[in-house]
Nanobody, 127 residues
Framework: VQLQAFGGGLVQAGGYLRLSCAAS????????MAWFRQAPGKEREFVAA????????YYANSVKGRFTISRDNAKNTVYLQMNSLKPEDTAVYYC?????????????????????WGQGTEVTVSS
């Protein structure tokens, strides 16, 4: 599967953005999906993940209550709605796909379980 993330940009603190990740290739609904981010000088970190049907979602504590992950399998797209943005949310955001089956539930936050990655979209939050 090929992934393309877009929707990043520059926004003031307290603002919002919606990221999208469009998938092509194999059946999108066979992948669990996630968003990760990497700030300058820092390691890549988990943001949110969603199961194949969208029934199960997971969030990092740092974004819980502010970010919402969702997917539209008919459009082969996963979204990340980001509200109440903070300067510490500044990072390159990556979408990722996992086709490892039910073992995904054991560690949806583990970046090394995801097989496919998009190119990243940059989010900058000014104070």
């Amino acid at each position: 599967v090929q992934l393309q993330a877009f929707g990043g940009g520059l926004v003031q603190a307290g603002g919002y953005l919606r990221l999208s990740c469009a998938a092509s290739g194999r059946t999108f609904s066979s992948y669990a999906m996630a968003w990760f981010r990497q700030a300058p000088g820092k390691e890549r970190e988990f943001v949110a993940a969603i199961s194949w049907s969208g029934a199960r979602v997971y969030y990092a504590n740092s974004v819980k209550g502010r970010f919402t992950i969702s997917r539209d399998n008919a459009k082969n797209t996963v979204y990340l709605q980001m509200n109440s943005l903070k300067p510490e949310d500044t990072a390159v955001y990556y979408c990722a796909a996992d086709d490892g089956g039910s073992s995904w539930y054991d560690s949806p936050q583990a970046y090394n379980r995801y097989d496919y990655w998009g190119q990243g979209t940059e989010v900058t939050v000014s104070s």
